[in-house]
């Protein structure tokens, strides 16, 4: 069974940082690429970076470019997110997400770890 297990949520204050782990299992995890996702309440679910299976490529939502780093670290089977320079705006819950076709949907998703930042 796979699962995909998020941590590292909380609150922070604008201009703190965070950084979010995924633990993913029931998978070969090195051959699939991992992404992360935002929902913001009442909002659709975002993208907001990834990273392919080899860790050679990455690529992020312009609305977090330069404030956010995706990392995976297949010895131990987990990606994590980096974020810097945090915003009330990023306040959403955050998922990873991982494939194993990089032309398709993404197969399995996590349950979110909540992000709120206070202004």
């Known amino acids: 069974q796979v699962q995909l297990l998020e941590s590292g949520g909380g609150l922070a204050q604008a201009g703190g940082s965070l950084r979010l782990s995924c633990a993913a299992s029931g998978l070969a995890f090195s051959t699939y690429e991992m992404a992360w996702y935002r929902q913001a309440p009442g909002k659709s679910r975002d993208f907001v970076a990834y990273i392919s299976a080899s860790a050679g490529a990455t690529k992020y939502a312009d609305s977090v470019k330069g404030r956010v780093t995706i990392s995976r670290d297949n010895a131990k089977n987990t990606t994590g997110l980096q974020i810097s320079n945090l915003k009330p705006e990023d306040t959403a819950v955050y998922y990873c997400?991982?494939?194993?076709?990089?032309?398709?949907?993404?197969?399995?998703w996590g349950q979110g770890t909540q992000v709120t930042v206070s202004s």
């Open positions: 997400a991982a494939r194993s076709d990089i032309w398709g949907e993404y197969d399995y």
